[in-house]
């Protein structure tokens, strides 16, 4: 099958899935079309992410989704609605693999790390640790920082940072929050502490250029 059968198929996959959102039944049914549509959004997706403001389908979501680059569709926000008024959507480590996902706590450290593990494989993106200090992609892939909380065992609490393929840094700041540029790594709140760098890879089926929309 050529290339663009397979863009092709992805897309007609995905709207199948948007055309089925207003038959779930609760949350968690949800929750289950959405990781299903985040499996196939991820093959038309980059591995060179830039900046914007306003990414196209990231008007809801948080900093993991957002370092990730998984979106989020208005109609999955919209249905989730009609269960909890504020919103009943998980955007949190664990959200593919973990049965709950509508509301997930990783209590610790090592949680954090096998939700995000989990995640990656239940995706099929290809993760690689990378040195703290000075990391870079070797293999064609984009570099994304995790830190925890320092209260996480009460608060749950997380946060990503994304290195954009220009090399600028970029996150956003809490659930359906702003998105901002950062100057450097040590403008992260003091509340969090840097335990891990990784190279993304995902398993595009073709990749976009730095500048195209």
């Known amino acids: 099958m050529n290339v663009d059968r397979k863009v092709l198929n992805v897309y007609k ?17 949800l929750m289950e079309l959405y990781v299903e549509y985040l499996k196939l959004q991820v093959q038309i997706s980059t591995n060179k992410p830039f900046f914007q403001m306003i990414p196209e389908g990231s008007r809801y979501g948080n900093c993991y989704t957002y370092a990730l680059d998984l979106k989020c569709p208005d109609v999955f926000w919209i249905k989730s609605k009609e ?23 990783n209590l610790s450290e090592k949680m954090l790390f096998d939700s995000f593990y989990q995640d990656c494989e239940g995706l099929n993106l290809e993760v690689f640790d990378r040195d703290l200090l000075c990391p870079a992609p070797k293999c064609n ?7 925890k909380s320092i209260y996480i065992k009460d608060d749950y609490d997380f946060h990503f940072v994304r290195v954009n393929a220009d090399g600028t840094l970029s996150h956003r ?31 595009v089926i073709r990749e976009r250029t730095l500048y195209e929309k």
């Open 13 to 29: 996959s995905i709207l199948d899935i948007l055309q089925s959102v207003n038959k779930v039944k609760s949350a968690e049914e």
């Open 83 to 105: 269960f909890d008024w504020y919103g009943s959507m998980g955007f949190d480590p664990g959200i593919v693999t973990n049965k709950k996902r509508v509301c997930i706590r």
């Open 141 to 147: 892939g984009f570099i994304i920082y995790m830190y």
């Open 173 to 203: 700041i809490g659930f359906n929050g702003i998105i901002s540029p950062l100057s450097c790594l040590s403008d992260v709140r003091k509340m969090y502490k840097l335990i891990g760098a990784f190279e993304i890879v995902k398993p």
